[in-house]
């Protein structure tokens, strides 16, 4: 059974930092890509950062040159720094993977607040 749980979640200042975590079990999860996704009260959830087998990387817009994902191998563990944050990041994130075969699994999210 696939299971991905994120943690780190907190309440944080504006421009303040917080390192989000996703831990995956019953799965080899390097060979799949990795990502972080978010979802705002009353918004459609948005894709945030990815992190393919090969190690490339795609962000949003919004988020470039502040976020950073990076994952450890051994610990079956992937990881969202995020730096100088802002109001407008407030959401609930959600680790997801897609592996090779193109199953889709998600973790329960972990809110992140962001005063202002």
């Known amino acids: ?3 991905l749980v994120e943690s780190g979640g907190g309440l944080v200042q504006a421009g303040g930092s917080l390192r989000l975590s996703c831990a995956i079990s ?6 799949g890509t990795m990502g972080w996704f978010r979802q705002a009260p009353g ?3 948005e894709l945030v ?3 393919t087998t090969g190690g490339n990387t795609n962000y949003a817009d919004s ?3 502040r976020f950073t ?7 079956n563990t992937v990881y969202l720094q995020m730096n100088s944050l802002k ?9 997801n993977l897609v592996t090779v075969y193109g199953a889709r ?7 992140v607040t962001v005063s202002s």
């Open 63 to 65: 988020v470039k040159g």
């Open 26 to 31: 019953g799965i080899i999860f390097s060979s």
């Open 1 to 3: 059974q696939v299971q």
């Open 105 to 111: 699994y998600w973790g329960q999210g972990t809110q």
């Open 49 to 51: 950062a990815t992190l």
């Open 43 to 45: 918004k459609q959830r």
């Open 69 to 75: 994902i990076s994952r450890d191998n051994a610990k």
């Open 87 to 95: 109001p407008e990041d407030a959401a609930v994130y959600y680790c």
